[in-house]
């Protein structure tokens, strides 16, 4: 379910994401939307990839801060449905996109993406319809069926 938190929330929701990790990020102390089952998938990828950290770098969004950061204003960010993350191993460096795009596949995430030429970013979402696996260096359309034959194994 998609739950409502208030700005200064501070809810440890699992062991590795607190709530204030996915507040909107516009400048506005507004209230804002997690869904309990982006957060648990974010803890499974957490596990399987054996992190030492997972950073959010953007979880909810109002419609302004959607288009501010040229979405649509009405898409997954907005619905409390996605996160886009940068994650890090047990050196302290970041784990290649390529990986974490394959693993959250496993995982059951329906939206997937690369966001960035250098591989370092990661879209993810529980929409609840339909599957999106795209790599947004080459544009926001579906990319593969497969990340593991897309990045080549
Ligand atoms: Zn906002
Ligand atoms: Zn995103």
């Known amino acids: 379910m998609i739950r ?44 399987t990839l054996n992190c030492s950290k997972i950073i959010v770098t953007s979880g909810f969004r109002c419609s302004a801060h959607d288009k501010a950061v040229k979405g649509s204003g009405s898409g997954q960010h907005t619905l409390g449905n996605a996160a886009d993350i940068c994650c890090y191993g047990q050196d302290g460096q970041p784990i290649s996109s390529k990986v974490v795009c394959c693993k959250a596949q496993d995982i059951g995430f329906r939206g997937i993406a690369n966001i960035t030429a250098a591989y370092q970013y990661t879209h993810v979402d529980v929409r609840p319809n339909g599957k999106w696996y795209g790599d947004e260096v080459h544009g926001n359309s579906t990319v593969t069926d497969d990340f593991y034959k897309y990045f080549g194994g």
């Open 4 to 47: 409502k938190y208030e700005y200064g929330d501070t809810t440890q929701i699992t062991q590795h994401f607190n709530a204030k990790d996915f507040r909107c990020k516009c400048g506005k102390e507004h209230e804002f939307s997690v869904s309990d089952e982006l957060v648990q998938k974010l803890e499974q990828l957490y596990a």
